[in-house]
């Protein structure tokens, strides 16, 4: 309870200090965005970032439902906004927010799906879109047809246009969130779910199992550490290639750039070999092929 009000007071403190940056006309936006693409003036893309924080705090209150710390989803969304403003192009006419929001939401719903299990919930874009999905058309229904009970899966899938069977295990893996193994089965039970795991015929199998997982967090960790060194091309391909079940081909990422495959073939060869210098010493040298 403690902690709840403490958070609530720093999101106070946080919202009340944002506030502070009075919001852009669009034709400070535009000169601002102006001076920062064709100066690089830092204080220019400072000012763009801070006016716009107010959205941030605004977007990242609709995925509280996640049960996330409110401040991660906002600094999540904050980075998404700093990526908007890098790339934002003011000739094209839209405000900063209005582009930003898609940068913002990106960034949260990736931090998310990071977050809710080490099991990767969403391979595919449709996968993703699923999990966020899901959750709100669910609400909807039932509040369209409150005497009809809880809405079927049937209903669901079809609302959502997917397969019935998408439904069914998306919702269980919406259920089957991580918890503690020190976690008691019941309130003041000496029962835990450790005790319940099944260990192999030579008693090394959940040992087995925990380093394996551990090494797969570590290694996802480093690998979005190296992110900062990484360009766009290259980012794309470590998570488009090399961190997915269903990896993009060359020819896919050439015609996405607008390059041949064989210069797509070249950056990914630098980035395995970036990624290997990161690795080097660590002791997780087959790195992030186990991603």
């Not at 930003?100 to 993703?128: D, E, H, P």
């Amino acid at each position: 309870m403690a902690q709840t009000i403490s958070a609530d007071r720093s999101i106070d403190r946080y919202v009340a200090e944002i506030s502070k940056y009075p919001l852009l006309t669009r034709e400070d936006e535009v000169a601002l965005a102006e001076r920062f693409r064709r100066q690089g003036d830092a204080k220019a893309a400072h000012r763009l970032v801070v006016s716009n924080l107010r959205f941030v705090v605004k977007v990242a209150h609709e995925y509280r439902g996640y049960g996330l710390k409110l401040l991660d989803l906002i600094q999540e969304g904050n980075i998404g906004l700093m990526m908007a403003v890098k790339k934002f192009e003011p000739t094209k006419g839209y405000r900063l927010i209005s582009y930003a929001v898609w940068w913002i939401r990106a960034y949260i719903q990736n931090f998310i799906m990071r977050s809710w299990s080490l099991v990767k919930l969403g391979t595919t874009q449709a996968q993703r879109k699923l999990f966020f999905k899901l959750r709100s058309e669910r609400e909807r229904a039932d509040r369209e047809f409150p005497a009809a009970g809880p809405v079927s899966t049937a209903e669901l899938a079809r609302r959502l246009e997917v397969a019935e069977k998408e439904i069914i295990d998306m919702e269980m893996r919406l259920g089957g969130r991580d918890f503690s193994l020190d976690q008691e089965l019941q309130p003041g039970a000496r029962q835990n779910h450790l005790d319940m795991l099944a260990v192999g015929d030579e008693g090394d199998g959940l040992e087995e199992h925990f380093a394996h997982s551990e090494k797969r967090r570590l290694v996802r960790g480093k690998v979005h550490q190296a992110m900062d060194i990484l360009n766009e091309k290259e980012r794309y391909i470590v998570f488009n290639r090399l961190m997915t079940d269903e990896p993009k081909t060359l020819q896919e990422i050439g015609q996405h750039f607008r390059i041949s495959r064989e210069r797509a073939r070249q950056i990914e060869g630098n980035v395995i070999r970036k990624m290997r210098q990161i690795f080097s010493g660590s002791g997780l040298e087959p790195a992030f092929a186990m991603c």
